[in-house]
Antibody, heavy 118, light 114 residues
Framework: QVQLQESGPGLVKPSQTLSLTCTVSGDSISSGGYFWSWIRQPAGKGLEWIGRISVSGSTNYNPSLKSRVTISVDTSKNQFSLKLSSMTAADTAVYYC??????????WGQGTLVTVSS | DIVMTQSPDSLAVSLGERATINCKSSQSVLDSSNNKNYLAWYQQKPGQPPKLLIYWASTRESGVPDRFSGSGSGTDFTLTISSLQAEDVAVYYCQQYYNTPMYTFGQGTKLEIK
């Protein structure tokens, strides 16, 4: 079955740019019909959708983060990526990648904790 | 944005008893053209990602036990666990996908054993 796995640095300094990658296995990211999203969750808090990309490269972002977010896809590596600039302590969270057909999210990656600290 | 509000924030239920979690959306998530409610429920256990339980408000995801059921329409929805098992201890979230691509989640309901 399809599996997703996030990777990237666990520690980012304030004002720096976070870069995370989600590697998809078990199916081709190019198989079509799906959107690939990033979602985050601060410790002990709820879920916030960050943005999504389609295999064609079309993107949509949460307006609250739009000015700082870039999501891209690399079909040759079966991966998609997140860049979030100007990081602050408020961006400390577990970051998840997930698939959707424009509806609910399934499956999800295991998540990766990103801490913003100097 | 569509705001999703869950109640209660936490809930303690005895093993074998029924657990009920509510979710209210700030506007209808019912598409009258297809009569579908764009509402999903997730279960999140500590240290794990959310797991999809129910979509279209009442359709169980493959492999989800039938003690989990979803109901409701328009703006008011309910997740019911008919007979609580120990492994059901988790935080439960509702999510709307009506206002795609601006997905929003409820704040979560923590379910514990009484």
């Amino acid at each position: 079955q399809v599996q997703l796995q996030e990777s990237g640095p666990g520690l980012v300094k304030p004002s720096q740019t976070l870069s995370l990658t989600c590697t998809v296995s078990g199916d081709s990211i190019s198989s079509g019909g799906y959107f690939w999203s990033w979602i985050r969750q601060p410790a002990g808090k709820g879920l916030e959708w960050i943005g999504r990309i389609s295999v064609s490269g079309s993107t949509n972002y949460n307006p609250s983060l739009k000015s700082r977010v870039t999501i891209s896809v690399d079909t040759s590596k079966n991966q998609f990526s997140l860049k979030l600039s100007s990081m602050t302590a408020a961006d400390t969270a577990v970051y998840y990648c997930a698939r959707s057909g424009g509806t609910a999210f399934a499956p999800w990656g295991q998540g990766t904790l990103v801490t913003v600290s100097s | 944005d569509i705001v999703m509000t869950q109640s209660p924030d936490s809930l303690a239920v005895s093993l074998g008893e029924r657990a009920t979690i509510n979710c209210k959306s700030s506007q209808s998530v019912l598409d009258s053209s297809n009569n579908k409610n764009y509402l999903a429920w997730y279960q999140q256990k500590p240290g794990q990602p959310p797991k999809l339980l129910i979509y279209w408000a009442s359709t169980r995801e493959s492999g989800v036990p039938d003690r989990f059921s979803g109901s409701g329409s328009g703006t008011d929805f309910t997740l019911t666990i008919s007979s609580l098992q120990a492994e059901d201890v988790a935080v439960y979230y509702c999510q709307q996908y009506y206002n795609t691509p601006m997905y929003t989640f409820g704040q979560g309901t923590k379910l514990e054993i009484k």
